[in-house]
């Protein structure tokens, strides 16, 4: 039987192995359940038209639309944002248009 430094050592590697066992062994994460055959499904996407005065032609913006939810409210973030001068995210080719965007569509987007 070991004693001292050598023991505790071997006490923590062992422990540190059962560890990253466990954790390998866990099913994938809340809110990442897994498809039928082992994979993450794609995230549901959806596809945002915004219109501005002075912004030439349309934006177009595709994003993820979390768990739950659906196309307008992710796109509202986005038109919160473009309306928003404190925000700093890029959308619309970076544009530094802030205020007076409208949302003209919110749709789902076909995953394949």
Not at 63 to 88: G, H, K, P, Q, W
């Amino acid at each position: 039987m070991r004693s001292g430094r050598s023991a505790s050592f071997s006490n923590s590697v062992a422990l540190a192995v059962v560890f990253v066992s466990a954790l390998a062994a866990r099913p994938a994460a809340v809110g990442q359940a897994a498809a039928a055959d082992g994979t993450a499904p794609a995230a549901a996407k959806a596809t945002c038209v915004f219109t501005h005065p002075a912004f030439s032609g349309k934006c177009t913006e595709n994003v993820d639309v979390a768990e739950n939810s659906s196309a307008d409210t992710a796109c509202s973030l986005i038109l919160d944002c473009l309306n928003d001068v404190r925000c700093t995210k890029t959308y619309c080719s970076a544009t530094s248009l802030r205020g007076g965007w409208k949302l003209e569509t919110a749709s789902p987007k076909a995953t394949p």
